[in-house]
């Protein structure tokens, strides 16, 4: 069991940064791939970005790559995405997710735990 809790998010303006946390609790976060997945009124839930429980791999949507950074550290039991150079568009709840693998995937239906999520939004 894996109990997940986001952090950070807000008010920021257009070009800003954030830094997302996500804190975990229970014994299979460490084997846990972790994804932060983003969800916009009116939209579908899309992906974000995803790392391997190891913090060796990771892998992010086209939209948010060379923007967001994803990284963790195990001992703190936390995930944490930064948020460079933010966009009117990335707007949004961001949810960070527990996989039931250890190796990066994209597919929602990986993640077995989920977090409550927390609000970003970008003013212009």
């Known amino acids: 069991q894996v109990q997940l809790v986001e952090s950070g998010g807000g008010l920021v303006q257009a070009g800003g940064s954030l830094r997302l946390s996500c804190a975990a609790s229970?014994?299979?976060?460490?084997?846990?791939?972790m994804g932060w997945f983003r969800q916009a009124p009116g939209r579908e839930r899309e992906f974000v970005g995803t790392?391997?429980?190891?913090?060796?791999?990771?892998d992010y949507a086209d939209s948010v790559k060379g923007r967001f950074t994803i990284s963790r550290d195990n001992a703190k039991n936390t995930v944490y995405l930064q948020m460079n150079s933010l966009k009117p568009e990335d707007t949004a709840v961001y949810v960070c997710?527990?996989?039931?693998?250890?190796?990066?995937?994209?597919?929602?239906?990986?993640?077995?735990?989920w977090g409550q999520g927390t609000q970003v939004t970008v003013s212009s």
């Open positions: 997710a527990a996989s039931r693998s250890s190796l990066t995937t994209r597919r929602a239906s990986m993640y077995n735990y």
């Open positions: 229970g014994r299979t976060f460490s084997n846990s791939a």
């Open positions: 790392i391997s429980w190891s913090g060796g791999s990771t």
